[in-house]
């Protein structure tokens, strides 16, 4: 039996037996209620241990499914992320990391919109922030080295993010790339970096000739 259906087969088993113990609780609850021959206090007892137990039911209920379905999504997000470093292997990146970061600089620069000023250099004017990303972008080298530092930089890396969550599948569509597809796994395998650094050392990079991993002292 495969780890889902076993997983949904647990689930559906505490629902079963929630339902059932909250219709004996109700049951025993509507019983006690309409007993004419038990006293007021005993009546009253009855009914705040059997609420409590419903209380305490309903709990222990809410913590195991959230538990569960934690789980799950864990399960799922590390599936789809080990796919996705899966088919970021299989692709040529060299033109579309250039491609997918040239179009991230035209953005930041573009001085139609507010990123510089609302996100990267927060309170600085739209002349001065505009002047140091135009020297950032200038300086920048098109190679995994200095694409590592982009993503982990305190002021670029975030806006990089912003532009990958946002902007990055609308310039895709717009423009006349070629291998859609593979830009498109690439800018999710980037959003993925930004997320958590870690991911960005499957970036490869060469020293004296042979491949090397980036590692977080770099």
Do not use: P
């Amino acid at each position: 039996m495969k780890q889902g259906t076993y997983i949904q087969f647990q689930n559906f088993e505490k629902d079963s037996q929630y339902c059932k113990l909250n219709r004996v609780l109700y049951e025993n609850k509507s019983h006690s209620s309409s007993n004419l021959n038990i006293s007021q206090n005993s009546g009253n007892l009855d009914s705040n241990q059997c609420n409590q137990e419903l209380y305490e039911l309903n709990l222990q209920y809410y913590f195991e499914s959230s538990q569960s379905n934690n789980q799950e999504f864990q399960e799922d997000e590390c599936l789809q992320n080990s796919n996705l470093l899966q088919r970021f292997e299989e692709i040529s990146k060299n033109n579309i990391c250039k491609n997918v970061i040239k179009a991230f600089f035209v953005y930041l620069l573009d001085k139609n919109n507010d990123l510089l000023t609302d996100f990267v250099f927060k309170g600085a004017s739209q002349k001065n922030a505009h002047k140091q990303a135009k020297n950032f972008a200038q300086s920048y080298n098109f190679n995994n080295k200095y694409l590592h530092k982009l993503i982990q930089h305190s002021r670029y890396g975030k806006a990089l993010e912003f532009y990958l969550t946002f902007e990055a599948e609308y310039w895709l569509e717009k423009s006349k790339v070629k291998q859609k597809e593979d830009h498109q796994i690439f800018i999710h395998f980037l959003k993925l970096c930004c997320c958590n650094n870690d991911y960005s050392n499957y970036l490869i990079t060469y020293k004296k000739g042979k491949k090397a991993l980036f590692n977080n002292k770099q």
